[in-house]
């Protein structure tokens, strides 16, 4: 039993936790805010560290649909706020979970086809109103600190996971189970990991669009705080 939770803790799978994801940016913006710079002290505090994985992958995920419905065409941005129409008066918990992996996966494939068509996503923020560019702006803003947050909780998290090495029953009262935490480590390694996508593809866009974005190159700054999604 013992190495059947050890397996699900040390499986890496990238991808974004819907638990994690709840599109109210004034309170992303305040909890991240409040935890800035915790992660630098590279302990193995099992409630610490989640709850600030939590914080991270939030503001990941949010910056990242903000970022993308502002690439996109109009009729993908339609179907996009949609959904997330459709999660806001959702409270049946797997439906909610289903509809949050349809926001994730269409706002990653926004932001890598705009990668792939530079051209395209260029023409897009170029034509955008000027409300609309401060908006990717922050977006962007926040979607380059999140990487910096995860790549500086990283280490705390590799601690972490040798501590449940050695005893995984730690899990038993923190509310998460092998399974979630795995999920959790892994979207924010894959963050971490992937670094380069937020702090150099997507900036790289912006510059070409002749749009000034000012990246952050601290975690421990405070996100943009966006109002609407």
């Given at each position: 039993?013992?190495?059947?939770?050890?397996?699900?803790?040390?499986?890496?799978?990238?991808g974004?936790?819907?638990?994690?994801?709840?599109f109210d940016?004034?309170?992303?913006?305040?909890?991240?805010?409040?935890?800035?710079?915790?992660?630098?002290?590279?302990?193995?505090?099992?409630?610490?560290?989640?709850?600030?994985?939590?914080?991270?992958?939030?503001?990941?995920?949010?910056?990242?649909?903000?970022?993308?419905?502002?690439?996109?065409?109009q009729?993908?941005?339609a179907?996009?706020?949609?959904?997330l129409?459709?999660?806001?008066?959702?409270?049946?918990?797997?439906?909610?979970?289903?509809?949050?992996?349809?926001?994730?996966?269409?706002?990653?494939?926004?932001?890598?086809?705009?990668?792939?068509?530079?051209?395209?996503?260029?023409?897009q923020?170029?034509?955008?109103?000027?409300?609309?560019k401060?908006?990717?702006?922050?977006?962007?803003?926040?979607?380059?600190?999140a990487?910096?947050?995860?790549s500086?909780?990283?280490?705390?998290?590799?601690?972490?996971?040798?501590?449940?090495?050695?005893?995984?029953?730690?899990?038993?009262?923190?509310?998460y189970?092998?399974?979630?935490?795995?999920?959790?480590?892994?979207?924010?390694t894959?963050?971490?990991?992937?670094?380069?996508?937020?702090?150099?593809?997507?900036?790289?866009?912006?510059?070409?669009?002749?749009i000034?974005?000012?990246?952050?190159?601290?975690?421990?700054?405070?996100?943009?705080?966006?109002?609407?999604?």
């Amino acid at each position: 039993m013992k190495k059947l939770v050890l397996a699900s803790i040390t499986m890496a799978a990238i991808g974004c936790s819907a638990s994690a994801l709840a599109f109210d940016f004034s309170k992303v913006t305040s909890a991240v805010s409040a935890v800035s710079g915790s992660s630098a002290n590279n302990t193995a505090d099992l409630s610490g560290f989640l709850a600030n994985a939590e914080l991270v992958n939030n503001l990941f995920s949010t910056s990242r649909t903000q970022l993308a419905l502002m690439l996109t065409d109009q009729k993908t941005a339609a179907e996009l706020q949609a959904k997330l129409d459709s999660l806001k008066n959702t409270s049946d918990a797997k439906e909610r979970a289903a509809t949050q992996a349809q926001i994730n996966t269409m706002s990653q494939a926004v932001l890598d086809a705009a990668k792939k068509d530079q051209d395209a996503a260029v023409a897009q923020l170029q034509s955008a109103s000027t409300a609309k560019k401060e908006k990717a702006v922050a977006a962007l803003t926040n979607f380059g600190l999140a990487a910096l947050k995860a790549s500086d909780l990283a280490p705390q998290g590799k601690a972490v996971s040798s501590n449940l090495m050695t005893n995984p029953t730690l899990l038993l009262n923190s509310g998460y189970n092998a399974s979630q935490f795995k999920d959790l480590y892994s979207n924010l390694t894959g963050i971490a990991s992937n670094s380069a996508f937020a702090l150099k593809d997507m900036p790289k866009i912006f510059l070409n669009a002749k749009i000034k974005v000012e990246m952050p190159t601290s975690s421990a700054s405070k996100p943009v705080e966006i109002k609407d999604l």
